[in-house]
């Protein structure tokens, strides 16, 4: 019996421990574009190896690992192939996993992983620690990499929304406003639906200028309108929110200040519309426990229950109408102004 369970654990450590190696692994596939340029022609590793000016030895090894789990194939002449996984991997995949990949798995937040046991003793930010700065101010200081961000907040927003809009009823309104909806992907989706109402998306000014891009010949273009500002400051007015994983970026009194300015700014029959990860209030298998700890890593922020969600609303001059679960890992928490 006992041999049984400690099998069962040893499988689970291994696994995790190897899920650890094949992450960046991956990562340097997707930053090679070894997807993209395999979705050409089959190649061995020696030739990929020469056409980007890589390490045959290392190249080929990178491969093999991720054929092993089945992110490419090799054929009987060592040829190296996409796979369903690898297609969704390339730059131009309209999921935007690529660069979900390349902001989870590397890049920036990689650095903060290792020291995340400082980060617990001292209480802080573990991507604070390693840059010096804060997550907003680095994206601020580095383009490449926050138009890499904002694509892959839209490619989890592409994942879910589709959930999300099924599983809930979002009443009627006028106009809906999307707290940091980068590239209008969430908003996009609910104006397709709601043909009669306009909306806002609001982000970060060089973000939403950038984002025009991305819906500016959709069908709800001419309903939608992109505005630059801070939620710290100041936000359109409204009469429904949209607050897509924002709050869980924050610790809570930047949280509560987030919902203090809209409360500034809705009208008395408005609504918040909270779509995030719900927390158990017990210790039970959730996805939302890993993305905690990520929060806790990257942005300093945090993943909350049902009850803390409903103390930040509360404190802002909120209260809760109702928590609507999704298939998807996400819950919609509705509240309105008292």
Known sequence: MNSRHDADATAFLMNTIMGFWLGPTLWVAVRLKLPDRLRQSPARAESLAEELSANRDYLRRILNALASVGVFHRDEEDRFTNTSISEMLCQDHPSGIAQLVDTSLGGQNYPAWALLEEAVKRGECAFDIAHGVNWIEYLDQHPERREIFATAMTATTRATEKAVLNAHDFGQFELAVDIGGSHASLIGRLLERYPS?????????????????????????????????????????????????ILHDWQDDDAIAILKTIRKAIPSHGRVAIIETVLPDDASGHLGWGLDIAMMVTTGGKERSLSEHSRLLSTAGFEVIRCAPTPSMYSVVEARPV
Do not use: C
């Open 197 to 245: 109402a306009r909306g806002i998306v609001f982000d970060l000014p060089d973000t939403v200028a950038a984002g025009r891009i991305h819906w500016q010949s959709a069908s709800f273009a001419d309903r939608l309108e992109a505005v630059g500002g801070d939620f710290f400051k100041a936000v359109p007015t409204g009469d429904l929110y949209l607050l897509k994983l």
